[in-house]
């Protein structure tokens, strides 16, 4: 039986060699697509991002703000995304607003910061806001002047207690006054760069990596998915006779099922490493390439990314082989598997991120195995082990292989009677 098996095994491997080339042709226009669909999305968030920066006047007539203040805004990375900050003269501040050249302009008084430390009556710093200006975006800019007022008032109780406590204790009015100065310094470095005070955390569901990335992790899970569909020929089923023929040796559904799991598992497997293949050549040819899309600065990472994949495979195939039993031949095959990929591939982020899917659509595709797959993908390229994601995955596999067992068993069942 055994013997028997083997030799049909490599019938099955020979069928899967002879339509890779097919496999590649069909691999290669979706890849286009998906590259284009990546480059496209990246090139419209990042001119979206320029576009809408906030142009922010400021007027300094503190002299403490116009030789720290300045510097510390423009070299912040959390302002300097979002503002971008001109100084210039309550003039041209002004002017600047009538003519929508700036979206806001904070005007500071002299000897501002003495003031807030006690030590002048200046008065608060005034935000002048364009005419056009709705009102949630006034109340958002107030809110933010109020909020950094506020922070820098507190900082000055610090400020001022330290002193007085160092006087209490007898220290020398020299020594008083180099504490206020480190300490106004320090606190106003923590008022102002907040990625010194709090924790960052993404938001935007492409854990970490950059869209280019991200979409990079998601086709080559979509391309393991539509690949089936040059599988359509393998998988189409054999003769009943030969079926009869093969059971009659001992081959029966869960021997079928596993030679036709093994085929379509040799045919992503060549997709896949060709994949590495390509890459590998792209590191040793542009290295600084490698580094500045995939952010793959050793073989080691690459390699690192490519084992991490090699369980997707094994779902992959799985999946694309339950399909196909699903349906009643080839062609319902082709459909199901486009059907069902491009619902699980949408629900699991695989075409839109799922930070921007509705509520309920993300519950769903949580739980679908399209999601496991480009997470523990996107875990490779980050260089991030996710054994806990891969164990889910390899038991998706599992359970979608008996499932076609049972399907196969079940179809020969029903055609005895």
Same mark, same amino acid.
């Given at each position: ?102 979206? &806001? ?14 030590? &002048? ?210 062609? &319902? ?11 699980? &591939? ?72």
């Amino acid at each position: 039986m055994w013997k028997l098996f083997r030799k049909f095994l490599g019938l099955e491997g020979k069928r899967a060699l002879k339509i890779l080339p097919q496999y590649y042709l069909g691999t290669a226009l979706l890849v286009t697509l998906f590259a284009v669909v990546a480059l496209a999305g990246n090139a419209a968030l990042t001119k979206e991002e320029k576009e809408d920066r906030v142009e922010i006047a400021l007027v300094m007539h503190d002299t403490y703000l116009k030789n720290y203040g300045m510097d510390v805004l423009q070299s912040a990375a959390s302002a300097s995304s979002v503002f971008r900050f001109s100084e210039v003269t309550e003039e041209e501040a002004m002017q600047g607003l009538k003519d929508g050249t700036y979206d &806001g302009a904070m005007v500071f008084p002299k000897d501002y910061v003495a003031s807030v430390f006690g030590d &002048g009556e200046s008065g608060p710093a005034k935000f002048y806001e364009p005419s056009s200006m709705n009102s949630l975006d006034q109340g958002l800019m107030e809110g933010l002047i109020e909020v950094g007022t506020n922070l820098i008032a507190v900082s000055s109780s610090y400020v001022v207690g330290a002193v007085e406590i160092a006087g209490e204790y007898g220290v020398e009015q020299k020594a008083r006054e180099a504490l206020q100065n480190d300490m106004e310094m320090y606190l106003a470095a923590r008022v102002i760069n907040r990625e010194d005070t709090f924790v960052k955390a993404d938001a935007s569901d492409t854990d970490g990596q950059t869209l280019f990335q991200y979409y990079f992790c998601a086709g080559i899970v979509m391309l393991l998915m539509l690949g089936g569909v040059a599988c359509g020929t393998l998988l189409k089923g054999d003769a009943r006779s030969l079926e009869d023929q093969l059971a009659m040796h001992g081959i029966k559904s869960p021997l079928l099922a596993l030679a036709r799991y093994i085929a379509v598992l040799l045919l992503f497997f060549m997709f896949y490493t060709t994949v590495f293949v390509l890459l590998y050549l792209m590191w040793l040819g542009k290295p600084v390439t490698m580094e500045k899309y995939f952010a793959i600065t050793k073989f080691a990472e690459l390699r690192n990314w490519y084992c991490a994949g090699l369980p997707i495979l094994v779902l992959a195939a799985a999946l694309v082989l339950l399909v196909y039993m699903f349906a009643a031949n080839q062609i &319902g095959g082709i459909m199901l598997l486009f059907l069902l990929t491009a619902l699980m &591939g949408y629900a699991s982020g695989c075409i839109v991120p799922s930070a921007y899917l509705p509520k309920a659509v993300r519950s769903i595709g949580r739980y679908l195995p399209t999601y496991t797959m480009l997470r523990v993908s996107v875990g490779g390229l980050r260089q991030r082990a996710e054994w806990a994601r891969t164990g889910i995955l390899l038991l998706e596999a599992l359970v979608a292989w008996l499932a076609t067992v049972g399907l196969m068993s079940w179809n020969r069942w029903r055609e005895q009677r």
